[in-house]
């Protein structure tokens, strides 16, 4: 019994330790953000973002190390002493070090880019490894690129490797992507996607742009040979529920993994001068089939707002309001119901879940398959808007004074199908779990899985 | 697809949040042979339940890219017809 009032008390202390820090971190970020418009504003002064000064050391010579270890690449035709001296003395900028940016930075490092900058606000966690690859169990809680700049160091200690840990925004921005060659977009949002278009265009720098969701891969590299920018092919961001992150909808490694490692390659091509850079085309990798397309896209947008002749966008924007959209990939608690029409999940526990009571889990099945509370049925959101789960409880919603409960994982959609459900039985009390399943975990049961 | 004058059959291939929508990776539709880019695209756009995504989509026609939508396409029996929103997970 002891034992287990510890164990209860470990896992408590650990949930607030974890409270706390996300607390801290959500200041410092405020913080951040404050003194990067405060610096702006004033002269541009020392900051760790400022380009490095332009004495930077030009190579003109392979060492005997460098020899050994390219070899292998130093042998092709194509690449030969030239490429690798071209290499040593190019830096690349690697935005996102996540699913894409992991293995594009480990495959620049590991054939001998000479610098490389990590750009990542975002700190370490378990759920990142199946993906993205540099990180390891010893350094959760490292900021992501603190800790890829470990690892890669190990892979290549000749690589020079500067972390950024910032979010990206328009303050920012050009600052740190003014002293590289080519910028990389392994970001995981719509917004910084446009920020990084509209700065590259702005300072002339190649974009290699990769993207993958679930099973789907896409890349191209914009702003090269006169080509076509991302606002040329996407004058319009997407509206917000027509977007996907990889949260929400899951991602194999193996598919980011493939994206990341053409990011890379394509860096050093457009770097050596090698082969045909996939500019004006746009690669699509279905991983479930496993067929590549190349699509042929558009050339630049004549009336283009930032790549034009002509543009009506000559400084950095708030890409945060343009997209409607945090430059993050993480969901907002939504509050579509009033707090009165939802029920806590202690309050659930204590009053109704010994009770007669329908439970219906709104999720998808794969994640209902991964864990669910006792007696739940699973009715996924989209069985509930399109009312084909009518005809499965018809008798059980012929009772008026059966209480409904709906569930999720966080809370969000579970709102959205009380909305539903109440607009088809105005007369029975249907209300939703705030914050879902991570609430049951988080105050309810701490050994219920969480995703 | 309503028609007047000649019709062919082209696929149709959806990719990523398109294939979602349409609940198909590929269709077979039957297109007049000659149309004007924006009106397949409505077309398409009513038919696959796309409206959420219709200002955000590549259309591609045999791998390439429909520039502007005020052109008028000409299909041949048998084309392939790629819908592409674009991805911006990673």
Request: glycine share 6%; hydrophobic share 40%; charged share 25%.
């Amino acid at each position: 019994m002891i034992e287990l009032g510890v164990e209860e008390e470990r896992t408590k202390l650990k949930r607030e330790i974890a409270e706390l820090r996300a607390a801290l971190y959500s200041k410092e970020q405020s913080l951040l953000y404050l003194d990067e418009i405060v610096s702006a504003a004033a002269a541009r002064g020392v900051d760790e973002d400022a380009p490095e000064s332009p004495t930077r050391t030009l190579h003109t010579k392979l060492t005997n190390d460098d020899i050994a270890r390219y070899s292998r690449q130093l042998i092709l035709p194509d690449f030969g002493v030239q490429g690798q001296l071209k290499l040593k003395n190019s830096s690349v900028l690697i935005v996102g070090m996540g699913g894409l940016g992991c293995p594009a930075a480990q495959y620049l490092a590991a054939a001998g880019c000479g610098h490389l900058g990590l750009v990542d606000y975002d700190h370490v966690e378990r759920s990142n490894f199946h993906r993205q690859i540099l990180h390891s169990e010893t350094r959760v809680g490292w900021t992501k690129p603190d800790s890829a700049r470990f690892a890669l160091l190990e892979l290549n200690p000749h690589c020079e490797i500067r972390s950024h840990v910032r979010l990206l925004n328009r303050f920012n921005a050009l600052n740190i992507i003014r002293s590289y060659d080519v910028v990389l977009d392994c970001s995981d949002n719509v917004a910084t996607r446009y920020l990084l278009s509209d700065a590259c265009v702005m300072l002339q720098k190649p974009l290699v742009s990769g993207s993958a969701l679930k099973m789907d891969g896409q890349l191209t590299v914009y702003n090269y040979a006169n080509g076509p920018c991302y606002r040329c092919l996407y004058p319009v961001p997407p509206p917000k529920e027509s977007v996907t992150n990889c949260g929400d909808g899951g991602v194999l490694g193996a598919v980011t993994g493939t994206i990341g490692a053409m990011q890379a390659l394509e860096a050093i091509k457009v770097i050596v001068g090698l082969g045909d850079v996939l500019a004006g085309r746009l690669l699509i990798f279905d991983g479930s089939t496993s067929l590549f397309r190349n699509i042929r896209i558009r050339n630049k947008r004549p009336n283009c707002h930032v790549c034009s002749a002509q543009p009506l966008i000559t400084q950095l924007i708030d890409y945060e309001m343009f997209c409607g959209m945090r430059a993050n990939d993480k969901d907002a608690e939504q509050n579509l119901l009033s707090v009165g029409d939802r029920l806590k999940v202690k309050e659930y526990q204590e009053q109704l879940q010994t009770q007669q009571h329908l439970l219906i889990d709104v999720r998808p099945p794969a994640e209902f398959e991964i864990c669910q509370l006792p007696g739940a049925v699973n009715v996924p959101l989209a069985e509930i808007l399109d009312d084909s789960y009518i005809k499965r409880f018809g008798s059980q919603l012929e009772d008026k004074d059966l209480p409904i409960i709906l569930l999720c994982r966080r809370g969000n959609d579970s709102q959205i199908a009380v909305q539903h459900v109440r607009s088809r039985f105005p007369k029975h009390s249907i209300r939703d779990l705030i914050g879902g399943l991570h609430a049951w975990t988080n105050t309810v049961d701490p050994s219920f899985p969480i995703y | 697809m309503p028609t007047d004058g000649p019709v062919v059959n082209v696929h149709v291939l959806f990719f990523a949040k398109s294939r979602e929508l349409a609940r198909t990776p590929r269709s077979e539709v039957d297109v007049p042979a000659q149309i004007v880019a924006s009106e397949l695209l409505e077309q398409l756009v009513a038919r696959f339940d796309l409206t959420s995504i219709r200002d955000n989509l590549i259309l591609a026609h045999n791998e390439t890219y429909i520039e502007n939508l005020s052109d008028k396409i000409h299909f041949k029996e048998g084309d392939e017809l790629a819908i592409i929103p674009p991805l911006s997970g990673g």
